[in-house]
């Protein structure tokens, strides 16, 4: 009998995991699992770069599903934009 090695799958940043599942809500969980998978592991910055990503709709429901105003995460992307 062979015993099957399994691997843990790579923890999702929690900003990304908040995002994700604003597109979830936006854009079906197809969509959101396949953005999940592709950015499980990533460092923050990595899921800053990709929040430059979101409409301005995905942005906003983003920015009220963290409780901060949409401005806040556009001068994040900016920055992030920069490096």
Not at 59 to 68: D, E, F, G, K, V
Request: net charge positive; with cysteine.
């Amino acid at each position: 009998m062979t015993v099957k090695k399994t691997t843990k799958p790579k923890p999702l940043d929690w900003l990304a995991e908040h995002a994700c599942a604003v597109l979830e809500e936006s854009c079906g969980k197809n969509y959101a699992d396949d953005k999940r998978h592709r950015l499980a592991g990533e460092p923050r910055f990595k899921v800053l770069v990709w929040l430059n990503e979101l409409d301005i709709e995905n942005l906003t429901a983003l920015a009220n599903r963290l409780n901060i105003p949409v401005a806040n995460l556009d001068i994040t992307r900016k920055t992030a934009r920069s490096l």
